[in-house]
């Protein structure tokens, strides 16, 4: 049912209606709407609703969940994302297939609450996969995915939305109903949990001998999880009759010149710039990456191999090196089209359309 | 004890007062027992991979979680109905009195229901011996080594600090005495709600003694007063031993960590235990509420 709502409201009626067992939660902002709502329904739903002291053992209840053989989820932002830090690669080696939604939000210092993606690009080596939404409507429908893709992947699943742009945002979504959700999701039927009729160790010390084998399985199901993800979004798609993207979204002529490439509900300026600049008479395209880990290098390349300039528009920086995504699609390309670096709308600043339509010249990287 | 839960073959050091405590904990409780494990020398002996000591369904995460992810655990049992399984979170004094402190503290808060057993032997023994919040006074470790007279402050009180989150069952326990160790698990176990066991736990490296004086410097350390052994149940305190104290000389001469002690020190050492005994007692007798202090 189609309905006005906030963000934060839409993706916390959707991750009840996913039946997890146990919610550990712990208020921080732009998330904190989030938990408050799956609070209010928890009486409806039943789930364990753990009011955890920190991130940290947010996340770490969700490892105990889950061990123990239950759906989990959590949701965080920013600085709670960074506390989160040691629990988020030992929740992915254990190969656990919690979902949590990240709440974009820049980190200090300076201390900051609006959004940009630093976030979680600084935690993009932890082991998760990692989607980024552009609207409320994907995150929502992302979420229901995020649950089937790491149940059958076991690998967590970070799914991330822009705080205050979308968390905060009132706008229409299609919810899916209850049994629409059961008859897409079936129930956690987990392979190994902490069982004591067949007793098994968990997150145990590896000597040098095996610990590399592991770290180098993890990378490639990680990898290999690009399928799963396509996978779980056509079946989605067929389900639910409404197409929301996997792992890249291409708008405009497939034979652009200049292409934008971004995330989030950055896309959606860049596609209005898009837009403007084609009845300016400007070949302008767009790729927006969805799926930023594991990074589909091979269709972006493939995407952009008609491209003569790419322009990648991001809301973080590794700072001493430049812009993430555009780090990534450099490596992707393995050629000599020109990429331009723009680092953008950190810390909440404002990227309207108009400087979107700015960098189209743009030959050297800059900062917007 | 009919078998053997925490299973030969780990690769604890010979005497291990900690590893006495595994065996313990575990064979006291059961089958039924499920372990959350904090990162420390009970995880890194028994967990090399492919082997791992544990006989029940054990989980390690990382250094400062056990309680959080035990809490995961305990929720998701609830909502499984799987209501006959005991959920222990275990960790050494650095992840229980330090590094996860406000883990524990949030799981008291909550109440959750599960046995937390700390198995104390005074220092970050995995990391090679140095200073904890459970190190005790004048203790040498590789942090407040012998050159600075060894940690200038006293040991938290771990027990009390419980006590005030107002949780159904705090005690303490030793190694050295084995049977209240064993009376005191089966008293939780029969319980719900938070409950705390502290458990003194020589290490045989850190503490530089023989292996085969452990569990007599565990006893001389309840002997001369230097640990006590109590429980709070629902806030009601009581001494489980109360001996005549002997001097406290003899138990830091047994031990390389208090080599280093001034005579000055002794006494003082001396008289805090004495001091520390009466309060207990005063304690005891008052019939006090510590729970309910607030």
Redesign the interface.
Known sequence: MKRMMEGSIAVAHIVARCRP??I?AYPITPSTHIPEELSRLQPKY???F?????E???L???????????R?FTATSSQGLLYMH??LF?ASG?RLPIVMVVANRAIGAPLNIWNDWQDSISQRDAGWIQLYCKNNQETADTVIQAYKIAEKTDLPVMVCFEGYYLTHEVCEVDLPEQEEIDSFLPPFKPKLF???DN?????????PK?YQGVREKHHDDLLASAGTISEVASEFAKKFGRVQHALLEAYGPSDAETVFVTMGSLAENTEVAVDELRTEKKNAGLLRVKCMRPFPAELLAKALSKAKRIIVLEKDVSVGSGGVLALEVRAALHCETPVVSVVCGLGGKDVPVGEIKKTFDAKKDLWL | MAEDLFIKGHNACAGCGCALCMRWVLNTLGKDTVVANATGCMEVVSTQYPASSWGVPYVHSVFANAAAVASGVTRAFRKQGRSKDTVVAIGGDGSTYDIGFGTLSGAMERNEDMIYVCYDNEAYANTGVQRSGATPFASATTTSPQEIGGKHEWKKNLAFIAAAHGIPYVATASVGFLPDLEKKLLKAKAMKGFRLIVVYAPCTLGWRIPADKMVEVARMAVNTGLWNLFEIEDGKFSMSAKPTLEPVDGYLRMQGRFKHLTAEQIRFIQEHARATRLELEKLEASGVNVGRIL
Do not use: R, W
């Open positions: 067992s146990v550990p039943g789930y364990e753990i009011t955890v002291e920190s940290h053992s947010a770490s209840a969700a490892i105990g969940a889950s061990v123990a053989g239950s989990t040691e629990v030992n254990m902490l069982d004591t007793p098994m160790s968990f997150g145990t010390f590896f000597p095996y």
